[in-house]
């Protein structure tokens, strides 16, 4: 009926024709234009010219052609129809200038709503709401706010609908006072048992960060129905309450209330790891009985929770069963890869997505870059960046990242810099990906981490824990005390200081710079976990303080922080260094049957190393065998270096001869036989080793230095010649040789090979 209504006053052959027609030809003088001229008159003539006959059409047809040319979602369909509405004179009727406004709202052309809103001499409460909800699906909120105001004062009443809509625009914790007036509303009125406005509730305590109160409304709610609850379900999953999200739907379901797919989708999205795979499992079942798992967004929300439990090879059957697949669906099976260390299958699978011809955005550029940071796969990383410059694509802020962070892992600084620039908005993750890229790069030539970090301060992007983790770390592996002192200043400037995070690698920083008291006031003022009490009794254990590192690790216990691997491998390395053999023997013997924890190759080679610093030497082959790794290069390495400080030269010829035997190829073992001969005054052996090392091109890594004079750090490696002030240094070390010589020359001192 509405088409034959339609063609009585449109020629036809507009609905096929793929040219515009011209609006302006259809108003007649009279009409007016509205405010925003979009009926002005053209500056061109028309193309071409219609005339439009008087058409005979009813008052309540009007209403239904406006519909249809929202339907249409043509615009100028619909400005021609309601230039021939202006035409015929029926202008003014309270129902057709509710679905005019209603018209331009659909189109958001607000201005022009407004207008005809302004010229209506009668409104209605529908009037009112209509126009507010233009406004919030434009996304002006401020405006909705307004218009609700003056609602108010002209007298007009809220309904049910008006306050939903309301409800809607409240987004934010500023909005609060504006929604809780409407709340207040509501129940004056007794509207809160109408469900549309109880679910509004819900939705605007929730998006206003007031969980408690949405709860209170839902519970408040005498009969609920499938939208509420499957609201509140979603509530509970964006707040990790997956737990009560469970409760809801077994009330649902004990109410004889029939769930839907929606109810599954955010039930199971709901369902992270601490609620528990066999959860998971009995919903995706529940799911395939009422013969939901044909929805694509119920499958993407059910592959993404086997994900979450690291079943892959579920979550590819889930996705390989989806009838239609979404962009949705492929990325969430990529990012489990990813997620789940899959890097090669990741590659893969885009690769397959590349074959199907799946439109890619930004989300799967930067997932299938993770994967190729993962897999330091370089080769593939540079292919994809080639193809998203072939598609045209633009990187932003995630995408942009995640190359800065591949070429950064994969050592190409440079690239790495290149795309850093060129990105358009930076965050402190697109910083904190180049940085980690200077400190890890082994290059001389790159930017120096320090000096790129104060570059943050003038691009308005706020370091965290991550920035000042690193940082501080870099300082306590060169040892530079000044550097360390000013990233701790800073992060109290920042507000950090009470990150946990930042905290441990402040102590860390004192620690390794021999400021132990620093360390353990930093300590003291900190909440402690269990990271804490293992960076000081590093500390303490790194000093040779082995009882006061003892006597935190019997505090840490008290406090009811077990133990873990870390702890015991520094209260092992206490007792090493301070010589508490017996001690540190007993802790080693008592880690699996006392605090659960099964040794692992490290505390052995500590275990071995403690033996030997105490010349104890007797037992330690047999550890060895027993160990889980009798085939470790690590122990015996260990071993060999125990022998070389007690000079016990026959076990360790015998474990010389294994440690070259399980490791040819490195030249630090071949360094370290060398000097046990050496010291033991074994020189034809020691010529022998370094011979077979220099007939095997093993290469000693060149050793470096460095040392702080006056807050600058000074970087120096073995015959390195560059330093300004290279003569004075090279003829102070000759003098310093010379005392050498003089001082050892009855020994074997200089036939040993520096580490």
Partial sequence: MVEALFQTFVPTSWLSSSSSYPIHNLLPQKAKAPHNGNFHKPSQSPKFSVSISEPNIALHDWPQLLKFSIGSQDFMLAQAIHASLIKSGCEGDLFVDNNLVNLYSKFNKMGDAHKIFDEMLVRSTVTWTTLIKGYLKSGDTESVFHVARDMCLLGDKFNEHTCSVLLQACTSPEDRVFGEQVHAFVIKNELQENVVVATSLVSMYSKSGFLSCAEKVFSGISVKDAQCINYMILEYGKAGLGEKAIWIFVDMLQSALKPNDYTFTNLISACDSSIGLSVGKQLHGLAVKYGFMSETSLGNAVITMYGQHGMIEEAERVFTELGERSLISWSALLALYVKNSYAGRALEFFSNMLQNGVPLDSGCFSTVLDACSEYNNLKFGLQIHGLTTKLGHVFDVNSGTALVDLYAKCGNMQSARAAFDRLTSKTIA??????????????????????????????????????????????????????????????????????????????????????????????????????????????????????????????????????????????????????????????????????????????????????????????????????????????????????????????????????????????????????????????????????????????????????????????????????????????????????????????????????
């Fill in 430 to 755: 697109s910083f904190n990906a180049i940085l980690v890229g200077y400190l890890n790069s082994k290059a001389r030539d790159v930017e120096d981490p320090m000096v790129f970090f104060s570059k943050l301060r003038f691009n308005d992007v706020r370091p965290d824990w991550v920035t000042f983790s690193r940082l501080l770390s870099l300082s306590a592996n060169q040892a530079c005390l000044v550097a360390g002192k000013s990233l701790h200043a800073y992060t109290i400037k920042v507000g950090l200081e009470d990150d946990t995070a930042v905290g441990n690698a402040v102590i860390t920083m004192y620690a390794k710079c021999g400021s132990v008291q620093d360390a353990y006031k930093i300590f003291s003022i900190m909440t402690p976990d269990c990271v804490t009490w293992n960076a000081i009794i590093s500390a303490y254990a790194l000093h040779g303080k082995g009882e006061n590192a003892l006597l935190l690790f019997e505090d840490m216990k008290k406090q009811g922080f077990p133990p873990d691997e870390i702890t015991m491998l520094a209260v092992l390395q206490a007792c090493s260094y301070s010589g508490l053999w017996e001690t540190g023997l007993c802790l080693f013997n008592e880690m699996e049957p006392k605090y659960g924890i099964k040794p692992v190759i490290e505390h052995f080679s500590c275990i071995i190393d403690l033996l030997g610093r105490a010349g104890n030497l007797s037992k330690v082959v047999d550890i060895i065998n027993k160990s889980p790794f009798p085939e470790s290069s690590l122990l015996w390495r260990t071993l060999v270096n125990a022998c070389k400080l007690c000079g016990d030269l026959q076990l360790g010829m015998s474990a010389s001869r294994k440690l070259l035997d399980l490791a040819p190829n490195e030249a630090s073992s071949y360094i370290l036989v060398s000097n046990m001969y050496a010291e033991g005054g074994m020189l034809e052996e020691a010529a022998k080793v370094r011979t077979a090392m220099n007939d095997m091109r093993l290469i000693k890594e060149t050793g470096s230095s460095w040392i702080e004079v006056d807050n600058e750090v000074h970087y120096f490696i073995a015959s390195d010649k560059d330093h300004p002030q290279s003569r004075e240094i090279y003829a102070n070390l000759d003098m310093l040789k010379d005392e050498i010589y003089w001082r050892c020359q009855n020994r074997n001192d200089l036939q040993l090979l520096s580490d």
